[in-house]
Nanobody, 125 residues
Framework: QVQLVESGGGLVQPGGSLTLSCAAS????????MAWFRQAPGKEREFVAA????????SYTDSVRGRFTISRTNAKNTVYLQMNSLKPEDTAVYYC??????????????????WGQGTQVTVSS
């Protein structure tokens, strides 16, 4: 089992940057694929980015590719989401998620076993 705690959210102007962190505790962090999802008011939770256990491969939803970067530091039990060129439509609660069973991180939220509590990101002038 793993516990996840996100941090780094906040209010930022359009075009600005934020870096989210997700600290994990419990079972060996390097055995989990990790992902970031987000949920805007009135919308379903959607996939943002994912990373393999070693960090050697990443994937992104089209709307953030080229602006967001997911990374992980297994020695620190932490996964990051660097967000640049933020847009108002990026406003959402951002969640990190972990899964032990998959080798290639899935994009379906239902495949993930563990979730953090979420951190709010608001992009507004």
């Amino acid at each position: 089992q793993v516990q996840l705690v996100e941090s780094g959210g906040g209010l930022v102007q359009p075009g600005g940057s934020l870096t989210l962190s997700c600290a994990a505790s419990g079972r060996t962090f390097s055995t989990y694929v990790m992902a970031w999802f987000r949920q805007a008011p009135g919308k379903e939770r959607e996939f943002v980015a994912a990373i393999t256990r070693s960090g050697g491969s990443t994937s992104y939803t089209d709307s953030v590719r080229g602006r967001f970067t997911i990374s992980r530091t297994n020695a620190k039990n932490t996964v990051y989401l660097q967000m640049n060129s933020l847009k108002p439509e990026d406003t959402a609660v951002y969640y990190c998620a972990a899964d032990y069973h998959w080798t290639i991180p899935p994009r379906n939220k239902d495949e993930y076993d563990y979730w953090g509590q979420g951190t709010q990101v608001t992009v507004s002038s």
